[in-house]
Each structure stands twice: as structure tokens, then as C-alpha cells.
């Protein structure tokens, strides 16, 4: 891929993004480069959602390795918070 670094924020929320646009990213990044990204929390911990189970997977496949995870405000008025996560890209 051609980039360093892939951000993507406010992105993966129901009925938008898949799951299968991290595939995408990890295409669009360089080895050694980073995929920064945030998912809100309640999203995240449905496993219907399959973002969980399809980060994993990238990891089991060697693709990419987890670089920090934090839980943080997203919509702090209506009390939704998002785990914010960096990737780092190691094969396509």
C-alpha cells in the first residue's frame, strides 16, 4: 500500500463501514506503517458486529499487530464511549 498511516474516525458505526474495510485498510498501508481507528464501545463488544472477531483474525494472520487500545469519551453527552485503537501493519 502506499500510505504510512491510515486514520479513520467516526467510521465504524451500525449500518455504515463493515468490518471488512480494516481488509481495506492493512491493503492501504505500508508494512511498518499504522492504522489508526476508533469503533464505539457497544458496537465493538457485540460479536454480531465482527469487528472483534475480524481484528483478531488480522492478528492471527499475521497482517497486524495491536500497538495500544483505550477506552474514551465519543459522544460524552449521550454517555457513548469508543475504544480507540493503533494497529501496526506488518504484511499485506
Not at 463501514?17 to 492501504?28: D, F, G, I, Y
Not at 506503517?33 to 458486529?49: A, L, M, N, P, T
Not at 499487530?65 to 475504544?83: C, F, G, H, S, T
Amino acid at each position: 500500500g502506499p500510505f504510512d498511516l491510515c486514520i479513520c474516525a467516526g467510521t465504524f458505526i451500525p449500518n455504515h463501514a463493515p468490518p471488512e474495510t480494516l481488509v481495506s485498510l492493512v491493503k492501504a498501508t505500508q508494512p511498518g506503517g499504522f492504522i489508526c481507528f476508533s469503533v464505539r464501545k457497544h458496537f465493538f463488544d457485540d460479536v454480531e458486529s465482527g469487528f472483534s472477531t475480524l481484528q483478531q483474525a488480522l492478528v492471527d494472520q499475521g497482517k497486524w499487530e495491536l500497538v495500544a487500545k483505550e477506552e474514551r469519551d465519543y459522544l460524552p453527552k449521550q454517555q457513548i464511549n469508543a475504544y480507540y485503537f493503533a494497529y501496526r501493519v506488518l504484511q499485506h
